[in-house]
């Protein structure tokens, strides 16, 4: 079965505070979860709440990671949705559990896209032909 993409849902709960709580800290660990899953980072945007809690988005080639954070709870929801088949989201999802010192994790995966029942791959790139057959 193929699909065009592989979303984690990843809960974080039990993280140390401080860590979620610190905006250039978590944007980096974002930066880098993005780098280890070998994905081409395009653009990033981060924003800090008051009094506390940061949301922020790395947007990659291969689609997506973000991140929104309740430091007060210990918690912080993750999504990491990538396509194609050179991404690893899972060292992603390793890599910002141990970062957030994340003592009750949970990663749910989700297919998304097309699904392919026949054993065939689908491309996560078309060209203009191919484009125009399928409209």
């Given at each position: ?63 997506h ?22 991404i ?48």
């Open positions: 079965m193929h699909a065009l993409g592989t979303h984690l849902l990843v809960e974080l709960k039990d993280c140390n505070p401080n860590a979620i709580r610190d905006l250039e800290y978590v944007k980096q660990s974002m930066i880098e979860a993005a780098r280890r899953a070998r994905a081409t980072i395009i653009d990033v945007s981060f924003h800090e709440f008051s009094p506390f809690g940061i949301s922020g988005m790395v947007v990659i080639a291969e689609s990671l973000s991140i929104h954070t309740w430091p007060e709870y210990g918690y912080a929801a993750v999504d990491i949705f990538t396509c194609g088949e050179t690893d989201p899972d060292e992603a999802a390793r890599y910002l559990i141990e970062r957030f010192e994340c003592k009750n994790p949970s990663v749910v995966e989700m297919k998304r896209g097309i699904i392919s029942h026949s054993g065939e791959k689908l491309p996560h790139k078309v060209n203009n032909e191919a484009f125009q057959m399928v409209s």
